[in-house]
């Protein structure tokens, strides 16, 4: 598994939400990210002798590699429009990678709706 796949993972609504479950939560609404959290994340390893799962791998590292790009080019950006076409982009990433992540463990509609409720 590449680094970027585990990252697309790691910054998922569906690990996201996992994490909070399991951590403690601080005055403010801040959250333990300690290694005694991370450690305990279900990171779904890929069975690259099959092809979809291989598939499935390649796509969240196309897309994470797009998303650190977008997040370089809204650094740059110079306009407000430039910005907002970018940050536009992020976010329909950042849904994408979050769909693939779904895809991935199997969830179906209602537990997505769980996560996604809990992740606001």
């Not at 897309?63 to 740059?76: A, F, G, P």
């Amino acid at each position: 598994m590449s680094y970027e796949y585990i990252l697309g993972l790691l910054n998922s609504q569906l690990l996201d939400y996992y994490l909070k479950q399991i951590s403690t939560l601080f005055r403010g609404g801040y959250y333990a990210y300690n290694k005694q959290y991370i450690e305990q994340l279900p990171i779904r390893p890929i069975n690259f002798s099959d092809p979809v799962d291989k598939a499935r791998h390649d796509r969240m590292v196309k897309l994470v590699d797009s998303m650190l790009s977008l997040h370089k080019q809204l650094s740059e950006a110079r306009s407000a429009a430039q910005k907002e076409v970018t940050q536009r982009q992020i976010n329909a990433t950042d849904a994408e990678i979050d769909r693939l992540v779904y895809e991935l463990y199997g969830l179906t509609d209602d537990e997505i709706e769980i996560v996604e409720e809990g992740t606001k």
